[in-house]
Nanobody, 124 residues
Framework: QVQLVESGGGLVQPGGSLRLSCAGSGFTFSHYVMSWYRQGTGKERELVAAITDTGGNTNYADSVKGRFTISRDNAKSTVYLQMNSLTPEDTAVYYC?????????????????WGQGTQVTVSS
C-alpha cells in the first residue's frame, strides 16, 4: 500500500528556516516524480515544488523560487523541502504527493497519493 508520511513542520519566526521530510513506502520510490503542495487557510491548494525520479530536474512555484529547495534521497525513499527566508505568507499545511504514473513528466498535474500533511506556521 502506498504511504507518504510528512514531518518537520512547526512554528518559526519570519526569516527563519525549516526542513520538511516525506518518507514513502509501498512503491518503488525511485520511479516516480514527487512533489510538495501547500494549502493556507481559506486558500486553494497550490504546487510548491516538484522533482523528477532521479532528482535531475526540479520545478518551483514563482512564490518560492530562490527560497525553497526540493531534493530527494532515493536510497532512503525520502523527499525533502528546505525552506529558507520564510514569511507569514508561507503559513500553510504542506503535503507530500506522488505522481500517479511512473512515466509522468516533471510538469505532471496528476498526483494521486498524498501524505497527511504537516503544519508550517510563520509568525512573530
Amino acid at each position: 500500500q502506498v504511504q507518504l508520511v510528512e514531518s518537520g513542520g512547526g512554528l518559526v519566526q519570519p526569516g527563519g528556516s525549516l526542513r520538511l521530510s516525506c518518507a514513502g513506502s509501498g512503491f518503488t520510490f525511485s520511479h516516480y516524480v514527487m512533489s510538495w503542495y501547500r494549502q493556507g487557510t481559506g486558500k486553494e491548494r497550490e504546487l510548491v515544488a516538484a522533482i523528477t525520479d532521479t532528482g535531475g530536474n526540479t520545478n518551483y512555484a514563482d512564490s518560492v523560487k530562490g527560497r525553497f529547495t526540493i531534493s530527494r534521497d532515493n536510497a532512503k525513499s525520502t523527499v525533502y523541502l528546505q525552506m529558507n527566508s520564510l514569511t507569514p505568507e508561507d503559513t500553510a499545511v504542506y503535503y507530500c504527493a506522488r505522481a500517479m504514473g511512473s512515466r509522468a513528466t516533471l510538469f505532471t498535474k496528476s498526483f494521486g497519493f498524498w501524505g497527511q500533511g504537516t503544519q508550517v506556521t510563520v509568525s512573530s
